[in-house]
């Protein structure tokens, strides 16, 4: 099988096969010559049966390859011996955390460490039903864990390390960091050993990375199946994409002439009109070029769930899943309803995954105690609602929604009690909305004491700004079972710490915090966010990240895996683009090409290990890379040695802990040591946050918690780490986490992580992993976008800013045109705030911004726009968009160009150049149940509605004045006439939706609005009649110097 340019593409993965060393094709068969590229082969040799698919002879060692056991002599090549060593050397290096997290703490530690009875029975994952802070010295031992809650009562004080006091404790710092680096010795010593497998009990008993460690043993290695890749990477078709590259190219060279015609030909006497237009087409232009180039290599996944099961999921054995901590956020529950919230807590518990690797967190940043008792509610509901699902594999499992399909549900259910069962659970919903929405009317009305508890204390949260951090845990792996006795997954409820005086950093700061909180508890290896309105709409969406993130060869490359969003509740036409379906469908399929997509704050599985600061390893060439691949693609080569030299790091995008600084503090000269483990642990202490417990598990790839830590210590961790002043002095949000600094800290979080050297992925299952709900009104709309792009200008004035940041890493060049664009482009509102004034000033005053159209510029002008309409076709093409949809989204850049981005962009530069900060506005959550669209005709009132409707009526108006003035001055006119006529009416189509918004349903329009607009349309309008009036002017003698008598 061969390309269009004659080279060999691999049967496996459709890649082009490449050459070997000495410039031949790669043939990786001898004996069938079977069409297979290095990687593939690589692949095979190293995870598969180590013989050619088609003929089934035993791969031979080629040059350049890494040796493998089982190689014969005769195939192995002297020179070669470097490139071993560099595999063994990364091999031991990718597992090293997990001999320095091997908790072993009796192994040659027995002396140090005096572990109690009660300490060797704590269960493999302690999760702690929570007690109040002043209860946990003396009386949480004896406490039952059923129902508990913990609160911290007193303020977060900074607490500083006492090396002799801290570091000597038994059990918690000097014996565990001794223990992590014994192992990470014993490794280097038997670096050069053959790798091999081990079982728990070789690893020993106190080992948390047994228990998920993924292990591989014969039979499954003789599995041909399991041996296959989790996910494929799937091309556009050539006939699709060649076309749409070429248009691209054609249009760019027509574009780069039609400048070149408007330059060259400016307008006498309309040089002010024409200099404005030629300076906004420019930055159009450039706008352009930021926004089409990053879809250059678009492309499609497959996953493969059926090779995940057979290789971490068997029938009948363990599970070996990696864990996931899944994060639900929620501030105002008046704006953000309960009943959402808890739909998307139930569609997690019911998740297809194994129920004792599943931890749902959700974060009431507001203190709120009605998300507080409907959380309670949910956890109580969900005793029913899960076992109903995992019996009937229902979907969506968000039981709102999944009552409101419109569908035969008898269809293809043949289990004789599904209909009494289904309409059991119906009634039993119905029951859970109706408590919901009690709990609902009872915090409308706060009393003048503060809510109050069932056993009678004060709610803590009762001021939302000065309270302290609350942690329940209502359902648990040995605490929370189903209605048939089954575990169920835990819920947590956080609320941290807030106190007057401290900065709390918003959502961003509520994620970091609820990223500490489930290290603690839990620690899975990999983390799902999503807003408290998204529900997991595909059961099965969770394992189908776990095909990217626990592929052996793509998973340790990857730092997040983004699902698109959907959404419910939207009127059929989507007439303010709600759905934004060109930027999922198109936009990020296009990134995911190059480095893969933004984090777009929502439905994303992020690696816990990149949120940490770390580095992925560095992946091994294979083959020389390409000329184009070279341009898209800025490296970083660094010396090894160089960055063991240094203590700190020049370049922020570097690192802010790797493994080599482990190696510095055992291996430093003159030290004995107990000076080297104090100044390693130190080093992440001061970079992650004074906690012992936290700091372990920032060691442990695999997840887990320490066994040697008990619930009296989680307890006091979990709450110490959400407190207030846990983040003073380190890398938190500036480094680690979720990054502060924007309002929109998902753009600049993803931006850190793609700087570092990171790739992401976008997964795009056809049931759709996540939907959730939209504001349809056109206010709360375009107060969203908005907020989007006012973080986008706070980016754009930060250190952050991706034009000038992280240069010194491994970000790709078309990744970074992404990021540019997607920085600032509000500041595209004043250009195009101007161009859509000039068809009114135009007809207003019978000029134009261009001269007398010749033959060669009507040529120009014709192309233009051809090359624009076959651009959208083709794209339209290859991603499937409607042409509905695409249209939707070109009216409302337009709208939201001059309403929302126009506003973001004064606020930002008030924020930052006089220091005014605007107030963070949540997104209302609430869904169109009813299905009438009623909300998509509520007009409320907001300064962001009076420019785009003063362009409407100063158009509209325009284009009166423009024809009355023909009219006036005979058929000449008509000609020029035309072109003007024609800007005026794009203008106005592209503001049609904006004006069927005001219009309403009852054709109602508020008042402000309209003085507003009509003031200002009142004062362009005279300014028209001052400069050009209807009636002809007199052309006659001049009286000042003639006199009447003249």
């Known amino acids: 099988m061969s390309n269009s340019a004659g080279e060999q593409t691999c049967k496996i993965c459709t890649e082009n096969v490449g050459r070997a060393e000495n410039g031949d094709p790669f043939v990786a068969c001898d004996v069938c010559s079977f069409s297979v590229c290095r990687p593939c082969y690589e692949y095979e040799r ?79 994952n302690p ?89 591989v043993d014969e039979a499954l290695l003789n599995d041909e199946a399991a041996r296959q890749p989790l996910s494929r990477k799937v091309s556009i078709r050539s006939s699709q994409i060649n076309p749409y590259r070429l248009v691209i190219t054609l249009r760019l060279i027509i574009l780069c002439l039609f400048l070149h015609y408007r330059v060259t030909n400016p307008v006498p006497n309309a040089f002010g009109l024409w200099l404005v237009s030629v300076i906004c087409e420019i930055w159009f232009a450039i706008s352009w070029i930021l926004d089409q180039f990053p879809k250059w290599f678009p492309v499609s996944r497959e996953t493969y769930l059926d090779r995940l099961s057979l290789r971490y999921d068997r029938a009948g054995e363990p599970s070996q899943l990696a864990a996931v901590d899944i994060f639900v956020s929620t501030v105002d529950p008046l704006k953000e309803p ?106 409308q009305k706060v009393p003048g004491e503060g809510w109050v508890m069932q056993d009678g204390t004060p709610w803590p949260g009762n001021n939302t700004r000065d309270h302290p951090g609350m942690i329940q845990v209502f359902l648990g792996q040995n605490g929370g079972l189903d209605a048939e006795g089954n575990e169920l997954p835990r819920l947590v409820y956080v609320s941290r710490e807030k106190r007057p005086g401290f900065l709390h950093h918003k959502k961003a700061g509520a994620m970091n915090a609820l990223v500490r909180v489930s290290a603690v508890l839990t620690n899975g290896p990999f983390l799902l966010n999503l807003d408290c309105d998204h529900y997991i709409n595909n059961s099965k969406a969770l394992r189908e990240a776990m095909c990217f993130l626990m592929d052996p060869e793509l998973g340790k490359q990857v730092c997040y895996v983004q699902f698109p969003q959907r959404f419910d509740g939207i009127d059929k036409n989507d007439r303010y683009a709600n759905r934004n379906t060109v930027f999922f469908d198109i936009n990020l399929r296009g990134l995911d090409g190059i480095q893969g997509p933004v984090y777009v704050g929502t439905g994303c599985v992020f690696n816990r ?71 390693s642990q130190m080093r992440l202490e001061k970079r992650f946050g004074q906690s012992d417990i936290f ?233 169109d149940e009813n299905g009438d669209s009623a909300e998509l005709y509520l007009i409320k009132w907001t300064t962001l509605l009076i420019p785009p409707t003063t362009l409407l009526i100063i158009n509209l108006v325009g284009v009166v004045a423009g024809i009355s003035y023909a009219l006036n001055s005979g058929y000449q006119t008509w000609g020029p006439l035309f072109g003007k006529l024609f800007f005026a009416f794009w203008v106005i189509v592209h503001l049609y939706p904006f004006l069927k918004g005001l219009m309403g349903r009852q054709n109602r329009t508020p008042t402000v609005i309209v003085v507003w607009s009509v003031l200002l349309s009142s004062i362009f309008s005279l300014l028209w009649i001052r400069v050009d009036p209807f009636t002809s002017r007199f052309i006659g003698p001049d009286v000042k110097e003639c006199g009447y008598n003249c």
């Not at 050397?89 to 002396?111: D, F, V």
């Not at 000269?669 to 107990?674: E, I, R, V």
Request: contains cysteine; positive net charge; charged residues 25%.
């Open 46 to 124: 190293r995870y598969g049966n180590q013989s050619c698919p088609q003929c089934k002879h035993k791969y031979k060692r080629h040059k350049g390859s890494p040796a493998i056991p089982g190689d014969k002599d005769e195939d192995c090549f002297a020179d070669d011996s470097a490139s071993e060593f560099s595999y063994t050397e990364n091999s031991q290096k990718e597992k090293i955390s997990e001999k320095m997290l091997g908790w072993n703490l009796t192994r040659g530690k027995g002396k140090e460490v005096d572990h109690s009875d009660s300490d060797k029975e704590v269960s493999p």
């Open 695 to 927: 700091v372990a598990s920032t060691l442990m790839e695999n997840g887990g918690v320490p066994l040697y830590a008990t619930p009296e210590n989680l307890l006091k961790e979990a709450i110490h780490v959400i407190s207030c002043g846990y983040e003073d002095t380190t890398e938190w949000g500036t480094e680690i986490g979720w990054i502060y600094g924007s309002v929109t800290e998902d753009i600049l979080t993803g931006f850190k992580m793609h700087a570092r050297g990171w790739r992401s992925i976008y997964c795009m299952p056809k049931l759709p992993a996540f939907k959730g709900s939209a504001p349809i009104n056109l206010s709360d709309r375009l107060n969203q976008v908005l907020r989007w792009a006012l973080g986008s200008i706070e980016i754009l004035f930060s250190r952050h800013c991706p034009i000038w940041y992280g240069y010194g890493g491994r970000l790709k060049f078309l990744e970074r045109f992404a990021y540019v664009n997607t920085t600032i482009y509000p500041i595209t509102s004043i250009p195009l705030l101007m161009y859509c004034t000039l068809p009114a000033v135009c007809l207003f005053t019978n000029q134009f911004i261009i001269p007398e159209i010749s033959n060669l510029a009507s040529v120009w002008f014709l192309s233009l726009f051809l090359s624009i309409f076959a651009t959208g076709v083709l794209e339209m093409r290859w991603s499937g968009v409607g042409i509905d949809e695409w249209w939707r989204n070109e009216q409302f850049w337009v709208i939201g160009g001059v309403s929302a981005h126009l506003f973001a962009l004064v606020q930002g530069l008030l924020k930052v150049l006089v220091g005014i900060d605007t107030n963070f506005t949540v997104t209302s959550k609430a869904s």
């Open 127 to 215: 999760i702690p039903r929570l007690i109040r802070k002043l209860e946990v010295s003396r009386e949480s031992s004896a406490a039952s864990l059923e129902g508990q809650s913990v609160s911290s009562t007193t303020a977060a004080s900074r607490r500083t390390v006492d090396p002799v006091k801290d570091l000597g404790s038994t059990g918690l710092r000097n014996a565990a960091w001794r223990e992590r680096v014994e192992g990470w010795k014993m490794k280097q010593e038997n670096r050069f050993s053959p790798v091999r497998s081990q079982s728990a009990s070789e690893r020993g008993v106190y080992d948390s990375d047994a228990t998920t460690n993924v292990s």
């Open 609 to 679: 290990t990149a949120l940490y600061g770390y580095e992925p390893p560095v992946k091994p060439k294979h083959k020389r890379a390409s000329v184009l691949s070279r341009l898209c693609v800025v490296s970083r080569k660094k010396d090894s040695k160089s960055r063991k030299g240094s203590s700190k790091h020049s370049d922020s995008t570097v690192p802010v802990f790797n493994l080599g600084d482990i190696e510095e503090g055992v291996e430093a000269p003159g030290l004995d040591d107990d000076k080297t483990l104090l100044m």
């Open 338 to 443: 309960p009943l959402v919230t808890a739909n998307t807590v139930l569609s997690i518990m019911a998740v297809d995954y194994p129920v004792d690797k599943v931890s749902c967190y959700v974060s009431d940043d507001g203190a709120a105690m009605l998300s507080f008792e409907s959380l309670a509610e949910t956890s109580e509901f969900a005793r029913k609602w899960v076992p109903f699902c995992n019996k009937y594999s229902i979907e969506p499992r968000a039981p709102e929604w999944y009552f409101a399909l419109k569908v035969d549900y008898l269809k293809d259910k043949v289990h004789p009690s599904f209909v009494k069962d289904r309409r059991a659970m119906k009634r039993e919903y119905e029951r859970f909305k109706i408590r919901i929405n009690a709990l609902v009317s009872k915090a």
